[in-house]
């Protein structure tokens, strides 16, 4: 999975509870992204980074933050998780260089809110 | 938003015949990528399209753009049972080529 390991792989949680998602990646890329994938939505953008500390919304942002210290790490956190919520979340990266603009996708994580 | 959409979301072949999906999108683009899920799995890069091209080639992949149409089509060539996947078209956002969304993919049954 090109260097991406997403943790944990699989949670369960109770409404209300912050979760949060972490994606690790060993290839020393720009760009990292969080998509969230529901059937009949494909994937939606809930947040990506273009390096340390820059960080900027997608389609579906709310009830979502995120943080990259570090170039490997982008987390991802639900402040208050619902059930709305309830998906699988895949942490993707990209060398962000145009001529190379391909993601490359981690395993996913399933979010289960009860 | 730019999501795109897929048609068919659901397309039953048998081996050997091709597969054909498309895709639309809403706004201009730098390019547009189709991908491929195994279930469960991660998506994998397939192909990636210019806007300023109108077909590119890779093995039995096909895919064609057309820009005034805002439109995309796949098309697979003598399916195999291990085509058997999800298969989603992303665009970038235009004037963010390193922002992207995708569709809501087409699920491809291949029987054998």
């Known amino acids: 999975d090109a260097g991406i390991t997403q943790s944990p792989r699989h949670k369960v949680t109770e409404t209300g509870t912050p979760v949060t998602l972490r994606c690790h990646q060993t290839?020393?890329?720009?760009?990292m992204y969080w998509y969230r994938q529901d059937p009949g939505h494909g994937l939606r953008l809930i947040h990506y980074?273009?390096?340390?500390?820059?960080?900027d919304k997608g389609e579906v942002s709310d009830g979502y933050s995120v943080s990259r210290s570090k170039t490997e790490d982008f987390l991802l956190t639900l402040e208050s998780a619902t059930s709305s919520q309830t998906s699988v979340y895949f942490c993707?990266?990209?060398?962000?260089?145009?001529?190379?603009?391909?993601?490359?996708f981690g395993s996913g994580t399933q979010l289960s809110v009860l | 938003s730019q999501q795109g959409e897929e048609d068919p979301q659901a397309l039953s072949i048998q081996e050997g015949e091709n597969a054909t999906m498309n895709c639309s999108y809403k706004?201009?683009?730098?390019?547009l990528q189709w991908y491929r899920q195994n279930s469960g799995r991660g998506l994998v890069h397939l192909i990636l399209?210019?806007?300023?091209?109108r077909e590119k080639h890779s093995g039995r992949l096909r895919v064609t753009l057309d820009t005034s149409k805002k439109s995309s089509s796949l098309l697979i060539t003598a399916s195999r049972a291990a085509d058997t996947a999800s298969y989603f078209c992303?665009?970038?956002?235009?004037?963010?080529?390193?922002?992207?969304?995708f569709g809501s993919g087409t699920k491809l049954n291949v029987k054998p």
């Open positions: 993707a990266i990209s060398t962000g260089q145009l001529a190379n603009e391909k993601l490359f």
């Open positions: 290839e020393n890329h720009r760009y």
């Open positions: 980074s273009y390096g340390v500390k820059d960080t």
């Open positions: 706004t201009s683009i730098n390019n």
């Open positions: 399209i210019r806007s300023n091209e």
């Open positions: 992303a665009t970038d956002e235009g004037n963010n080529f390193n922002k992207f969304y």
